[in-house]
């Protein structure tokens, strides 16, 4: 199962996909900057480029099923 986990947007997208390629169960830490005001969209949109099927949130599930 891959899983994408959310962290404050200050992480930087260098970050992000620095995480991506060392680990491929865990595909993304941090959130994209916010540019067209849903951030909702922009979290599913990375989600889907990676084929992610769950999001996690701290220790709790975001989504149970983004598709």
Excluded: C, R, T
């Excluded at 947007?9 to 060392?22: C, F, P, R, S, T």
């Amino acid at each position: 199962m891959k899983i994408l986990l959310l962290a404050s947007h200050k992480v930087g997208l260098d970050v992000l996909n620095y995480l991506i390629n060392q680990d491929e169960q865990i595909l993304a830490l941090g959130l994209p900057d916010d540019k067209d005001g849903d951030m909702l969209s922009d979290i599913k949109k990375i989600a889907h480029e990676n084929n992610i099927s769950s999001i996690l949130q701290g220790d709790k599930k975001f989504f149970e099923d983004i598709s």
